[in-house]
């Protein structure tokens, strides 16, 4: 079984601060994990993806994430909001590379001030 | 690019009607899957298939079945929609498992709303 939590359902940020999304999962096999982002009647995008390898996982926009075992956590973080980051962003679980069933956390929508 | 096409991005149907949802991917995936998305939920998942002609439940098929007659296609059913099945439904395909890399899409979406 899997499943994953994202512990805020808003966040606000002024533009040109950081960025902190929380996630914990449960995952009963080696998981992989995702963040997407959703930007307002828009699709789904990959921001990044952590399969095993590197725990700092590196994706687009400026966007990152730390793998940690042992709190559970897979937290995406981002040095700097831009307006354009305005969006909701969904966690997401999955094993075998993630090929298989996704589950998704509920999201988190992402608000920058101006 | 792989390309996931669904045939509506918006569709009004009746209460009582049965409703076909048809999704389309042209890369030749094994996988396929039906997702429906509400808002403070975010995607749940209704079925799926590895394969032409298999089917599995997932996390809320009630009300749902499916249909995979061909590699590259794979319906979603309502068999008598409901109100409550007023939704953004996403269809997605992938790669085998353990095929080494990430090859998950999604389509754009339906939008199906149910009066």
């Known amino acids: 079984a899997q499943s994953v939590t994202q512990l805020d359902s808003h966040v606000s940020v002024s533009e040109g601060t950081p960025v902190l999304l929380r996630c914990n999962y449960s995952?009963?096999?080696?998981?992989?994990l995702f963040w997407y982002v959703q930007h307002p009647n828009k699709g789904l995008q990959l921001l990044l993806k952590?399969?095993?390898?590197?725990?700092l996982v590196k994706g687009i926009n400026g966007f990152e994430a730390e793998f940690k075992k042992s709190e559970t956590s897979f937290h995406l973080t981002k040095p700097s909001a831009h307006m354009s980051d305005a969006a909701e962003y969904f966690c997401?679980?999955?094993?075998?590379?993630?090929?298989?069933?996704?589950?998704f956390g509920t999201g988190t929508r992402l608000t920058i001030i101006p | 690019d792989v390309k996931v096409t669904q045939s509506s991005r918006y569709l009004v149907k009746r209460t009582g009607e049965k409703v076909f949802l048809e999704c389309v991917q042209d890369?030749?995936?094994?996988?396929m899957f039906w997702y429906r998305q509400d808002p403070g939920l975010g995607l749940r998942l209704i079925y799926f298939?590895?394969?032409?002609?298999?089917?599995e439940k997932g996390d809320i098929p009630e009300g749902y079945s499916v249909s995979r007659e061909k590699k590259e296609r794979f319906s979603l059913i309502l068999e008598s929609a409901s109100t409550n099945q007023t939704s953004m439904y996403l269809c997605?395909?992938?790669?085998?498992?353990?095929?080494?890399?990430?090859?998950?899409?999604f389509g754009s979406g339906t939008r199906l709303t149910v009066v």
């Open positions: 995952s009963s096999y080696s998981p992989s």
């Open positions: 298939s590895y394969d032409v002609k298999m089917k």
């Open positions: 890369m030749d995936h094994e996988n």
């Open positions: 997605a395909s992938s790669f085998p498992p353990g095929a080494g890399s990430y090859g998950y899409t």
């Open positions: 952590y399969t095993s390898a590197a725990t």
């Open positions: 997401v679980v999955s094993a075998n590379f993630g090929n298989e069933k996704l589950t």
